[in-house]
Nanobody
Framework: QVQLVESGGGLVQPGGSLRLSCAAS????????MGWYRQAPGKQRELVAT????????NYTDAVKGRFTISRDNAKTTVYLQMNSLKPEDTAVYYC???????????????????WGQGTQVTVSS
């Protein structure tokens, strides 16, 4: 029940910059985490960065620390990934990720749901 629309991918030279955007719509009131993952050819999908919608805490993979910055808007419905000092090894399909939690009133039992965007290609090459 959450739809994600990604934008901002493209082709850049090493050392260049890109800014990815992901807008969420639908059942957004219970979203507790938003982030970005990436998948290169022949590799598993890996975490890039996440931000918690509650306290705003962030998490980055070591490969992008100091170069990438994740952020969200005031409404907490859009997440951004500012990518600076891009390297060829950053080339991958980047996927927006959203996590939502529902709690059932009768029992207090909670269930988490995960949603993915369609992916946007980022290519870093000279």
């Amino acid at each position: 029940q959450v739809q994600l629309v990604e934008s901002g991918g493209g082709l850049v030279q090493p050392g260049g910059s890109l800014r990815l955007s992901c807008a969420a719509s639908g059942s957004i009131s219970s979203i507790y985490n938003m982030g970005w993952y990436r998948q290169a050819p022949g590799k598993q999908r890996e975490l890039v960065a996440t931000v918690a919608t509650g306290g705003g805490s962030t998490n980055y993979t070591d490969a992008v620390k100091g170069r990438f910055t994740i952020s969200r808007d005031n409404a907490k419905t859009t997440v951004y990934l500012q990518m600076n000092s891009l390297k060829p090894e950053d080339t991958a399909v980047y996927y927006c990720n959203v996590k939502r939690r529902s709690t059932y009133a009768y029992t207090g039992f909670s269930v988490s749901y995960e949603y993915w965007g369609q992916g946007t290609q980022v290519t870093v090459s000279s």
